[in-house]
């Protein structure tokens, strides 16, 4: 699937720091880095747990690099969410030097 400009999406130095960052990415890359308030939801669980998802406030899309992001982020607007892809995923996080952490205690990097 191609995506265009038909998908919102925000640049990672853009995403509010209160705002609902939304991870879709699996278990292994959200253990090597993730933004500390970040809620984690693998892409393959969303259909189980979108209730989780608020409808109440914009919702920022990220994963490693963007694509599974935009994916997700074409779906719940869809289905009634309002939701913004986090161009470049967490490459472009670690880039603008946006807060990370790790589930190991050591340094978080991208995976």
Known sequence: MIFGEDVPAVGA???PPDGYLLDV???DEW???H???AVH???GQLGDR???IPRDQEVFVICRSGQRSA???VALNQAGWLVRNVDGGMKSWAEAGRPMECAGGGPPYVA
């Open 41 to 43: 939801i693998p892409m």
């Open 31 to 33: 253990d090597a880095g």
């Open 35 to 37: 933004a500390p308030e």
């Open 25 to 27: 990415r699996e278990q």
């Open 50 to 52: 979108a209730g989780e």
């Open 71 to 73: 994916q997700v982020t």
């Open 13 to 15: 130095a853009d995403v």
